[in-house]
């Protein structure tokens, strides 16, 4: 069953705009980390932003934060101010005991 | 200092052929993950070590993929009689605190491209 739900394959945002980038879990454990990861066409996979489960307010990392809505099971990245540099794959991610859990990502292109 | 190291950088092998790919961590993580990242996916999670043993193995797909961590630092993930589906990124994460914590921040390495002909 899958983990990680990322529903857009692709957005598009206008440079010096913000974009939200949609991820929904689903697990029953109380206890879990939600992260989000960049990865530029290079490959490598850069962290962004964490979220406890038990974190009542939501992360936040200079343009980034996420809005964590737990009783619907979203934890959804919102970037404000777009950059060119922003363009790249975007991955959520589930760290649940042992294990990380992926989803499918989401392409975002900043357009100037 | 030194992020995590994966070598080789691409491999490119005929099918039926053995390989191994390593990946040097951060020194001091005792936590290290390996995954498998295919064309237009998410990196999907085949092994967990902490310290020199696999805590959780359960990602490997099948027994023709084996992975050591003989002194807890460099990992090694071996693979058997390759096949074309074998094709994809490998990549390797380390980190500090181990396994439980849901605070696992991982470091990825930038990957190996196994392209299995």
């Known amino acids: 069953a899958q983990k990680i739900t990322q529903t857009q394959p692709g957005m598009f945002v206008q440079e010096k705009e913000a974009v939200t980038l949609d991820c929904t879990y689903d697990?029953?454990?109380?206890?879990?980390?939600l992260f989000w990861y960049k990865q530029p066409s290079s490959g490598e996979m850069i962290f962004l932003i964490y979220?406890?489960?038990?974190?009542?307010q939501n992360a936040t990392e200079g343009r980034y934060s996420l809005n964590f809505q737990k009783a619907r099971k979203s934890a959804n990245l919102v970037i404000s101010a777009s950059q060119l540099g922003d363009s790249a794959m975007y991955f959520c991610?589930?760290?649940?005991?042992?294990?990380?859990?992926f989803g499918t990502g989401t392409s975002l292109t900043v357009i100037p | 200092g030194a992020g995590v190291s994966q070598t080789p950088s691409n491999k490119v092998t005929e099918k039926g052929k053995y390989v191994e790919l390593r990946c040097d961590p951060i020194?001091?993580?005792?936590?290290l993950y390996w995954y498998r990242q295919s064309l237009g996916q998410g990196p999907e999670f085949l092994i967990y070590?902490?310290?020199?043993?696999?805590?959780?193995d359960s990602g490997l797909p099948n027994d023709r993929f084996f992975a050591v961590r003989p002194e807890g630092s460099v990992s090694t993930l071996k693979i058997q009689r390759t096949e074309r589906g074998d094709s994809a990124v490998y990549l390797c994460?380390?980190?500090?605190?181990?396994?439980?914590?849901?605070?696992?921040?991982?470091?990825f390495g930038p990957g190996t491209r196994l392209t299995v002909l």
């Open positions: 697990t029953s454990d109380q206890s879990y980390g």
């Open positions: 070590f902490q310290g020199t043993g696999a805590a959780d």
């Open positions: 991610a589930m760290s649940l005991r042992n294990q990380f859990y």
């Open positions: 994460a380390s980190s500090l605190i181990p396994g439980r914590g849901v605070y696992n921040e991982q470091f």
């Open positions: 020194s001091g993580h005792t936590a």
């Open positions: 979220q406890g489960s038990y974190d009542e």
